[in-house]
Nanobody, 124 residues
C-alpha cells in the first residue's frame, strides 16, 4: 500500500532550523512528483515546495525561497525539507504528498497520497 509518512517537526525559536523528512512507502520516487504543503491555523493549505522529474526540477513558494531547501535520497526513498531562518509565520502543520507521474506539478487539489502531517511551531 502506497503511503507517505512525515517526521521531524517540533518547536523552535525565531531564526532556528528544522529538517522534515518524508518517507515514501510502496512506490519509487522517480515516478512521482513529491510536494511539501503547510496549513496554518485558520488558513488554507498552501504549497511550500515541489520536486519533479526525478529530482531535476525543484520549486518553492516565494515565502520560503532562500530559506527552505527540498532534497531527496533515492537510496532511502525519502524526501527532506531543510528549513532555515524560521519565522513565526512558518508555524503550521506540514504535509508531504505525492502525485503520480513525475512530470506533474504539485497542487493542493492534485495529489494522490497525503501524510498525516507534522507540526512546526516557531516562537518569536
Amino acid at each position: 500500500q502506497a503511503q507517505v509518512v512525515e517526521s521531524g517537526g517540533g518547536s523552535v525559536q525565531f531564526g532556528g532550523s528544522l529538517r522534515l523528512s518524508c518517507a515514501v512507502l510502496g512506490f519509487g520516487l522517480d515516478y512521482y512528483a513529491i510536494g511539501w504543503f503547510r496549513e496554518a491555523p485558520g488558513k488554507e493549505r498552501e504549497g511550500v515546495s515541489c520536486i519533479r522529474n526525478s529530482g531535476n526540477s525543484t520549486s518553492y513558494a516565494d515565502s520560503v525561497k532562500g530559506r527552505f531547501t527540498m532534497s531527496r535520497d533515492n537510496a532511502k526513498n525519502t524526501v527532506y525539507l531543510q528549513m532555515n531562518s524560521l519565522k513565526p509565520e512558518d508555524t503550521a502543520r506540514y504535509y508531504c504528498a505525492a502525485r503520480r507521474y513525475a512530470w506533474n506539478i504539485c497542487s493542493v487539489d492534485g495529489m494522490d497520497y497525503w501524510g498525516e502531517g507534522t507540526l512546526v511551531t516557531v516562537s518569536s
